[in-house]
């Protein structure tokens, strides 16, 4: 079965690190391009960061300079390194197969609350 | 960049046919046909329902379709069922590898 399995998320205080990993099955991460969107009940989805196929990386503002967005062919993941937290990183993450320019397949989503 | 603006909530009876929409600006979804559509039910993932404006995923239901003009863009939903009910997220491709999502509109089935 197509489908992608998030996991690592749990309670950080603000200034830690947390690593989402983002497990897939039925098809290879590696050849396509990869998302991560976060969700928080105030302010809905929001874009976080892509992978495309041929490594090239980028980050909403956001985020950029805190996380990082990184693969491992090897286990078919997909990991997020977030460093520097702050509260307002607190949000379920959904890792997401990106087609041409729209999310074609979500994981279930990891909860990450940043406490002070 | 700012989110897109949806409304907060809309509602209809069985059967009938609701339109939501979801608004941006020329540097976004006036700029692009790539906006979609995303169905989510409480405590599950988004599950995208329309891409690239007005396309359907293989086995979607063709009571769903898309639509855009200007900066608006506009998800349609015909003969309305109970399973409907959900909340529905717009996204589009805004340049340099971004994206913006609105914040998502309530469909309740009355």
């Known amino acids: 079965e197509v489908q992608l399995v998030e996991s690592g998320g749990g309670v950080i205080q603000t200034g830690g690190s947390l690593r989402l990993s983002c497990a897939a099955s039925a098809f290879s991460i590696s050849t396509n391009h990869m998302s991560w969107v976060r969700q928080t009940p105030g302010e809905g989805l929001r874009w976080v960061s892509i992978i495309y196929k041929g490594s090239y990386i980028y980050y909403a503002d956001s985020v950029g300079g805190r996380f990082t967005v990184s693969r491992d062919s090897s286990t078919n993941t997909l990991y997020l390194q977030m460093d520097s937290l702050r509260v307002e990183d607190t949000a379920v993450y959904y890792c997401?197969?990106?087609?041409?320019?729209?999310?074609?397949?979500w994981g279930q989503g990891t909860l990450v609350t940043v406490s002070s | 960049q700012s989110a897109l603006t949806q409304p907060a909530s809309v509602s209809g009876s069985p059967g009938q046919t609701i339109t939501m929409s979801c608004t941006g600006t020329s540097s976004d979804i006036g700029s692009y046909q790539l906006v979609s559509w995303y169905q989510q039910h409480p405590g599950k993932a988004p599950r995208l329902i329309i891409y690239e404006v007005n396309k359907r995923p293989s086995g979607l239901s063709n009571r769903f379709s898309g639509s855009k003009s200007g900066n608006t863009a506009s998800l349609t939903i015909s003969g309305l069922q109970a399973e409907d009910e959900s909340v529905y997220h717009c996204c589009t491709y805004a340049g340099r590898s971004s994206w913006l999502f609105g914040g998502g509109t309530r469909l309740t089935v009355l």
């Open positions: 997401a197969r990106v087609s041409a320019e729209y999310f074609d397949l």
